[in-house]
């Protein structure tokens, strides 16, 4: 059986980049914030939907009501 070697880089869990095995990595704040938009880009793409199937609920009608009823005018 063959067996491969172990990559000599893999992702950092925090923020996607490329690491060699063992060596110092200090993670730059904005790959960060955008490896995780990447994701949560499925949950972010279905939040409208789940938001409009919430409103077709009891709950939802009466927040939607309430929200109409005491907004400022």
Request: aromatic content about 10%; charged content about 35%.
């Amino acid at each position: 059986m063959l067996s491969l070697p172990p990559p000599r880089f893999m992702p950092c869990e925090r923020c996607g980049a490329s690491v060699e095995r063992g060596a110092e990595h200090e993670c730059d704040e904005e790959r960060i914030v955008e490896f995780r938009l990447v994701q949560l880009r499925p949950e972010i793409e279905t939040f409208d939907a789940q938001v409009v199937a919430w409103l077709d609920t009891p709950h939802g009608r009466f927040e939607r009501f309430y929200a109409e009823r005491t907004r400022p005018r």
